[in-house]
């Protein structure tokens, strides 16, 4: 299934996940990180939810056990192997047709000639023999789940979907393309890419793919902001006339301000949050750099407003284990750029500075930086706040 940033992706596959746990089916729900998984779960539904990295974790710290237990693992004449090896360090009986380990910089595979595999090949293998080996592992050869589901699937490299179907006989995909932030030949996925993984002998795999179109989201003002300025001119085109059908309500017309100076930054920001509160609307703050976020925290430390964030090697002392987090609607939420990825919140504030805009502005159209904006963008369900951290040029 697809459609663009507001059109209920997510919601749709939550409470078809709810519907088919309520029958004791056996799901898996992948999304793409800690916050939406939190999010989702605190904010949406009484269950669970898996995310993909802890999904990986997961089988690695049960691959591990096994190896510690038998020093290496023999699986289909091969030996999996987790951890750091360096080659020249480590010698390989030549008895094994095949073996797979990890280096800091990559999974490297061999077969007993020592003829080395790389690129898709070589993360094909190792992820398809890693989860086989998870499915006997875990279920005597058996399918693990009874479905599975993918949230933002187009930010998955197709051999990591081709690998799953190892592990269920349903799927349920969701994804939005103008949604990609991560743009290398490793990873992600276009819908072409995900419907012929899941719809193989189909004369036309995209014509197999369900597509939504009703705002669930945003105002009008917000959607056809996000399309305008931050997808490719016939996405664009396409987001505008879909966003006619939703609620127009002119004061959510994105507001952008320029601040160069901390102070002007700080009080911007107050202000709006002080808007939010009148308004009782949820507010997040998304920074590009996590010096902005531990900025911005002390300042509404020092402003005794209730918060918490969450980025990439944040320290928990600071603000709180992720895992007992109240109600987003309770505190403003504030956190990175590429963690924005499925949340919403009644008013977002966007923070960009000079180099992160003039990235932006000069990345070809819908390539990566443009894309994080309309991700961004589209979290906004009834005022979206730009705030430039430099002066605006005359």
């Not at 992948?30 to 997961?58: H, M, T, W």
């Not at 398809?128 to 589901?149: A, H, V």
């Not at 664009?236 to 901390?262: D, W, Y």
């Not at 005794?304 to 002392?317: F, R």
Request: glycine share 4%.
């Amino acid at each position: 299934m697809k459609g663009y940033g507001w059109t209920g992706k997510t919601v749709v596959a939550c409470h078809r996940a709810l519907r088919l746990q309520k029958q004791n089916k056996r799901i898996l729900f992948l999304c793409f990180g800690k916050a939406l998984s939190n999010f989702l779960s605190i904010e949406r539904f009484p269950y669970k939810l898996v995310y993909l990295q802890s999904f990986y974790d997961e089988i690695r710290v049960d691959l591990e056990r096994e190896i510690k237990k038998t020093w290496f693992l023999e699986y289909d004449g091969g030996v999996f192997r987790l951890g750091i090896f360096d080659k020249m360090t480590f010698w390989v009986e030549k008895s094994f047709p095949y073996f797979i380990y990890e280096t800091w910089w990559g999974v490297i595979s061999e077969n007993h000639q020592w003829s080395w595999t790389y690129a898709n090949q070589q993360k094909e293998d190792f992820l398809s023999l890693l989860f086989r080996w998870y499915k006997d592992f875990k279920g005597n050869g058996n399918f693990l789940y009874d479905e599975i589901f993918i949230d933002e699937a187009q930010d998955i490299a197709p051999d990591v979907l081709k690998s799953l179907m190892l592990l269920a006989p349903h799927f349920s995909i969701f994804a939005d393309e103008n949604q990609r932030i991560i743009w290398d030949e490793w990873s992600g996925s276009s819908i072409k890419e995900i419907a012929q993984t899941f719809f193989p002998n189909a004369s036309n795999p995209e014509d197999q793919v369900e597509e939504l179109t009703i705002n669930m989201r945003s105002t009008k003002e917000i959607s056809e902001y996000a399309a305008r300025y931050f997808l490719p001119e016939d996405e664009g085109v396409k987001m505008i006339t879909q966003s006619r059908n939703c609620k127009s309500i002119p004061e959510s017309f994105p507001e952008e301000k320029h601040h160069a100076s901390l102070e002007g930054q700080k009080a911007q920001i107050k202000k709006w949050i002080e808007q939010a509160k009148i308004n009782s609307w949820s507010l997040t703050i998304f920074c590009g750099k996590t010096k902005m976020i531990d900025s911005i925290l002390v300042f509404l430390n020092d402003n005794k407003i209730a918060h918490w964030a969450y980025y990439n090697g944040l320290d928990s002392k600071n603000v709180g284990d992720l895992t007992k987090i109240m109600w987003f609607s309770e505190s403003v939420f504030i956190s990175t750029h590429h963690s924005s990825k499925g949340l919403e919140a009644d008013a977002v504030i966007l923070i960009v500075d000079k180099s992160e805009f003039d990235n932006y502005m000069e990345a070809p159209e819908g390539d990566r930086a443009n894309n994080i904006l309309y991700v961004l963008a589209t979290r906004a369900k009834k005022k979206l706040y730009i705030l430039f951290t430099f002066e605006e040029d005359n």
